[in-house]
């Protein structure tokens, strides 16, 4: 289908552990894009990866997009309690429609 | 990057009346969406509003109940009709290019 599935659905650490949030598809993806959305707030754009391989880093977020782009993931080091929230990857169409992932709730316990 | 607004933030209707949302965009952008959420799910893609022409609906969701009007680069609306508890959700919209979106804050609709 058109959606992308994210495992896990929660995910619940101790500040200061790493998390990581895999996101898998049946068909190769042609770019995966990934958003935070914050409890109460709206999704926000957080990168875009469009090469198989590719590797990009934000700072303490680290995401890889698979050889055969068919799946992507994204892992947080040593999480802060600003990292509350629930992360979706994306996948561009054809047809420039955008379909979200499933989503991983991630909650950080001081 | 781009800023989207929307309105009304929320509102309470009573079943068979009928929503109209406004997004703007305080720039051109090529893509806008509209998506509906519920609360702790993924988001819904609706449609792809096309400046000029009639909107692309995806599967379950059809004009007559989401008609959705976009007359420039920069504004789009989204009419919730004949409104039935079952669309209380939270609407959001989106726009922006191939490469990223930017999202509104939200609509968020109770139908009694």
């Known amino acids: 289908g058109q959606q992308v599935m994210q495992i896990p659905q929660y995910q619940h650490v101790q500040e200061g552990e790493d998390f990581t949030t895999y996101c898998n598809s049946s068909t190769t993806l042609s770019n995966i894009q990934w958003y935070k959305q914050r409890p109460g707030g709206h999704p926000v754009f957080l990168i875009q990866l469009v090469k198989s391989g590719e590797v990009k880093k934000q700072k303490r977020l680290t995401f890889q997009f698979g050889e055969a782009k068919k799946n992507s993931s994204l892992h947080i080091t040593a999480t802060q309690t600003t990292d509350v929230g629930t992360y979706f990857c994306?996948?561009?169409?054809?047809?420039?429609?955008?379909?979200f992932g499933t989503g991983t709730s991630l909650t950080v316990i001081p | 990057s781009a800023v989207i607004s929307q309105k009304p933030s929320r509102d309470i209707c009573q079943r068979g009346t009928s929503l109209t949302i406004q997004c703007q965009v305080d720039s051109q952008v090529t893509m806008m969406f509209w998506y509906r959420q519920q609360p702790g799910q993924s988001l819904t893609l609706i449609a792809t509003a096309n400046q000029g022409s009639e909107a692309t609906y995806e599967s379950g969701f059809v004009i007559d109940k989401f008609p959705i009007s976009r007359p420039n680069l920069t504004f789009s609306t989204l009419t919730v009709s004949n409104m039935s508890p079952e669309d209380s959700s939270i609407y959001l919209c989106s726009g922006g290019s191939a490469d990223t979106q930017y999202f509104g804050p939200g609509t968020r609709l109770t139908v009694l």
């Open positions: 994306a996948r561009l169409l054809s047809g420039n429609q955008f379909y």
